[in-house]
């Protein structure tokens, strides 16, 4: 099925950019793409977004997996008749299970795009396709919403 195709190219792409800066640069090297802008910057992360519940591994990967199988249920479930949420669910799922690889493995996510100039977290693909996912899984259910209210306004 295509959304678990989608998923697998986002596992991928972030396996493979994360072998990259582990391979290539050392903890800590920063590379700057855009002077004071934006800069890879090889990193590690025990914990969540913006270094919160740090070094609590069996906790997330347990989380991971609730989420995981739930996510994998939904997209059964909604695959033809939500195109667009099942699009959205399964960046969420590649993207999940891209940092869940790296807890399971080593304890920790390797995080490397860093947006200097407005000190933002250091983050990865698999971060960006959970947020992106996110974003359109909200926007595709606030328009559900409002075509739902559109027709029910109809009806009556």
Known sequence: MIYYGIALVVFLLDRFSKVLVLRFMEY???????????HL???????????????????????????????????????????????????????????????????????FFDFALINFPIFNIADSAVVIGAGLFLLEEIRGSAKEKQKKSHES
């Open 28 to 38: 800590g090297e920063s590379i700057p793409l855009l002077e004071g802008i934006f």
């Open 41 to 111: 910057t090889s990193h590690r992360n025990r914990g969540a977004a913006f270094g919160i519940l740090q070094n609590q591994r069996t906790f997330f990967l347990i989380m991971t997996l609730i989420i995981v199988s739930g996510i994998i249920w939904y997209i059964w479930r909604i695959r033809k008749e939500r195109p667009m949420i099942g699009w959205s669910l399964a960046l969420i799922l590649g993207g999940a299970l891209g940092n869940f690889y790296d807890r399971l493995t080593t304890g920790e996510v390797v995080d």
